[in-house]
């Protein structure tokens, strides 16, 4: 065994915790029992947005009252990270300073979540909102060149956004993690250095990059550039945040995980939580991600499914699977240690 802590995305369940449903916070309350009954030290939670409210007050209110119900559960030991997308709503890339500052708000409200349920980060596709993909004024899409000449001011109107965002979120004790997502889901940031380019422009060191494994194989230009890309985030101070999820977004065990690559390079810059990210063949996701895998069945909502894993069993396969590897690096670097 390992002694990293280990986190699960609660997109293996939700998209949505509706943290004001005193029912529902019982079914998160069980699922997090079992979990950390596999070894699981803490889960990621997804901070669902609402494009029609702008005044977030009752929603942090009703995180507030979640974690209040976790820890009258007993499970007040358990750890939290927040994940957090922007929308169309909410951009901060927006040529109109007015829309800016609609997203910062809702960004803040973001951070205050995450600090209410005692999570130190937030992590998510926070530049350019999640799954929108910019077209001309005559619905033309653009990509290639065309979209590389449009990025530059876009990133140069979100950058004072974030820098101001990371100042917020240093006093309440929360690191910013920007994930680059693929070019699958959206335009930009792809790549753990495109991010990285993103924040020379954002003095705030609070504000840094989250690295996860199915993106990395998904966009990413090579190892190479992965490993520079790395090692300058974590010598710069904006290694936040580390996922270990496979490029189906499915199951981890017997998964396309390039483990040594992946995992060599950032075990030793890293000292924070893995999270396994497992994207469940839920509704909300059938569209975003076009899953075409059946869906992990979840005991206790879901009738069994014959031939089909529950999500119980793929997570402690999991945990099990990234245990295992960790053990591999451990050993390895021993070894390495012992010939010197």
Known sequence: MTHRDIYLSFFMFTTDLRPADPE??????????ELKRLGYRGFDLPVHPDPTVLDHRDEVESYVGLKRAL?????DDVGFTTNVATLRTFDPTSPYEQQREIALDYLKSRVDITAALGGDVMAGPIVFPYNQFPTTDFGEPIWSDALQDWLPPRYANAQPVLDRLGSYAA??????????VDHWEQPAPNQVEDVLRFLDGVPSRQVGVCVDSAHVVLGSSGPEVFQQAVREAADTGRL???QISP???GAVRD?????E????????RYQGPLLIEIFNAIPDFLTTLRLTRRTFWVPG????????????TVAAESIEELEKQLTRVHRKDNALEGHR
């Open 24 to 33: 529902y916070t019982k079914v998160v309350v069980r699922h997090i029992r």
């Open 71 to 75: 820890d009258a559960a007993g499970l």
């Open 171 to 180: 006093d309440r004790g929360v690191r910013l993690a920007i994930e680059p």
């Open 240 to 242: 936040n945040y580390v």
């Open 247 to 249: 490029p189906d977004r």
């Open 255 to 259: 998964s396309w995980i390039p483990w």
């Open 261 to 268: 690559v992946f995992l060599n390079t950032v075990i030793p």
């Open 301 to 312: 909502e879901d009738e069994p499914v014959a031939g089909t894993p529950d999500a119980y």
